[in-house]
């Protein structure tokens, strides 16, 4: 146990600059900073989450198996028949008995017809939009410190822990922030300050999706709205139908408190909405309210989130109607869905309290890293057999079988080679680059982006989009994947028949995945929150 938690912390040597006073005054002075890593989680994977996928993968596609035998034997049958013989033996049972051949057609398109009915309806990406903010809300790393020492909220410390953290965050200097944070002595997180920050962004990113869709509000079925730690009453949805007018027998849902990750956990309720209630349209809206995530206070763990999260909203349409394949630009494959609440750790990584003086704010677990690479390791091992090819599940399958069984001979890690590499004994670990050709993980912060890389064995252009996405909008919650998704769409990279798997964490502890196929080639669009700098990345965040 000591080597196992001895390999789940890195060190890090800090240079604090050179003493001012005291009995070494002048001199330079160090310090060792000693922190989690985010677990190799795909070296050591549950088997009950790789059974869970295989099950999902059987019960989904059972008839990929029954149909080919059925083809196969009724057309041996028919091919040993010539085709003069094939239609007397025909003509010669329907004239035999008619009233059996007639009962037979009508059970059989009774039965086509019931799988028809019953079978779940492909769900379609129409179209999304992504808000993008006011150039007067631009801020500037210097500028966002800046203007938190001017407000008076904050002490030195406090102002350097935040600078540091941003130092290093992989937010660039034009991410979106709402003045009223700023503001001295004042009391931003008010219900006023809320509904105009979220209906600034709603309206505007909902404005775009009817005007890009060509669809009037009162012909949304399903409306889902996500917002974490804003939760007025009237509801968000409930704003949303009141501005838009729209129709009175709407299904409409309010998902609060449920993190970053509430983006596809709105996406799966509306694909079950649609597949229930039979209403064409859905409109998923993913935004947060920064404001009040924002924390004036001196506790470390609750200020974390004031140096990554930002202004951020995003709108998607979805439906059910086979007519609007044409114009549709990604179909739903998969969505699977992992909670480790039942964790107390897990449970309590992002938790939203009051400090000391009473502060208000989102306290940000030093466990964080660990229980999401535990939830991570979960969702992953769960959607593996649905995505991964043939000969990938059939390697990985085996390496964790083997390691189910004989337990002794892969509990010590293995030693590197000669090379640089493992040895043969070491477990397999599955190319998901095989699986898909877009990654959007959700822009968290730059370690977690290259922790994710390592351990799932991408490329640096495989996170191109979480990275431009983080390094220009910051961590805008659940909104975040969207953001990904537009920066693939403006730099053209879509093409028909490509995967795109959306990843996303948040609090609870959850990790959830979204797995959209492009149905067609999706060309540069014409509006979009990256047209006036996507050239200008990747070598942006490098610079």
């Known amino acids: 146990m000591a080597r196992e938690e001895q390999a789940m912390l890195s060190t890090e040597i800090v240079n604090r600059g050179v003493e001012p006073s005291g009995p070494d005054a002048g001199s330079p ?65 329907a004239t035999y008995d008619l009233a059996t051949v007639l ?85 931003c997180a008010t219900m006023k300050e809320g509904r105009a920050e979220a209906s600034t962004a709603m309206f505007a990113a909902l404005d775009e999706l009817f005007e890009k869709c060509h669809v009037r509000p009162k012909d949304v079925g399903v409306l889902v709205v ?29 998902l609060g408190g449920m993190g970053c990750s509430a ?17 064409g349209l859905a409109v998923v809206v993913s935004t947060e309210a920064v404001s009040f995530t924002w924390y004036a206070g001196k506790r470390k763990s609750m200020l974390i989130p004031n140096a990554f999260f930002r202004a951020g909203c995003a709108a998607v349409l979805l439906s ?109 670990i599955p190319d998901f680059k095989r699986a898909f050709e877009h990654f959007c993980m959700h822009a968290a912060s730059r370690d977690v982006l290259e922790h994710l890389q390592s351990n799932l064995g991408l490329r640096l252009t495989d996170l191109e989009a979480s990275r431009a996405a983080l390094h220009r909008f910051g961590n805008t919650s659940s909104s975040s994947i969207w953001y990904e998704l537009a920066y693939l769409e403006a730099k053209g990279r879509v093409r028909r028949g490509d995967r795109v798997w959306q990843l996303a964490f948040g609090s609870g502890f959850k990790c959830n995945s979204a797995v959209w196929r492009a149905v067609r080639r999706v060309r540069r669009p014409s509006r979009s929150p990256w047209l006036d700098c996507v050239d200008q990345y990747p070598a942006r965040m490098d610079a």
């Open 226 to 254: 996500n917002c974490s730690l804003f939760n007025p009453t009237p509801s968000l949805s409930a704003m949303i139908v009141n501005h838009y007018k729209m129709r009175g027998n709407i299904l409409s849902y309010n």
């Open 29 to 93: 002075t160090f310090s060792v900073r000693v922190r989690r890593r985010l677990p190799d989680f795909l070296q050591s994977v549950n088997l009950k989450y790789v059974k869970l996928g295989y099950h999902y993968l059987l019960s989904h596609g059972v008839y990929l198996a029954t149909i080919p035998v059925i083809v196969l034997v009724c057309g041996a049958e028919v091919g040993s028949l010539s085709r003069d013989e094939l239609w007397r033996k025909v003509w010669d049972e």
């Open 103 to 187: 009962a037979f057609l009508a059970v059989l398109a009774f039965t086509i017809s019931v799988y028809i009915m019953s079978r779940p309806r492909p769900i379609y990406l129409i179209d999304f939009a992504t808000y993008k903010p006011a150039d007067e809300l631009k801020v500037s790393k210097a500028e966002f410190i800046d203007l938190a020492r001017k407000s008076g909220k904050f002490d030195e410390e406090s102002l350097a822990f935040q600078a540091r953290l941003l130092a290093k965050s992989g937010i660039g200097d034009e991410s979106y922030m709402p003045r009223c944070v700023f503001q001295p002595d004042a009391n």
């Open 320 to 428: 059910n109607r086979r007519r609007d394949y044409r114009r549709a630009k990604y179909q739903l494959e998969h969505v699977v869905r992992t909670h480790k609440g039942a964790d107390d750790r897990s449970f309590r990584s992002v938790y939203q309290e009051e400090d000391e003086q009473r502060i208000k704010g989102l306290s940000i677990s030093r466990d964080l890293v660990e229980v999401g690479g535990h939830a991570l390791k979960t969702n992953i091992t769960t959607l593996g057999p649905l995505v991964l090819p043939f000969s990938e599940q059939l390697l990985f399958f085996a390496g964790v079988l083997f390691r189910h069984l004989y337990p002794s001979k892969t509990s010590t890690p293995p030693p590197p080679t000669a090379e640089g590499g493992t040895s043969a004994a070491a477990p397999y």
């Open 263 to 279: 983006g596809v956990i709105s996406i799966d309720l509306a694909r079950d909405m649609l597949q229930a209630s039979g209403a």
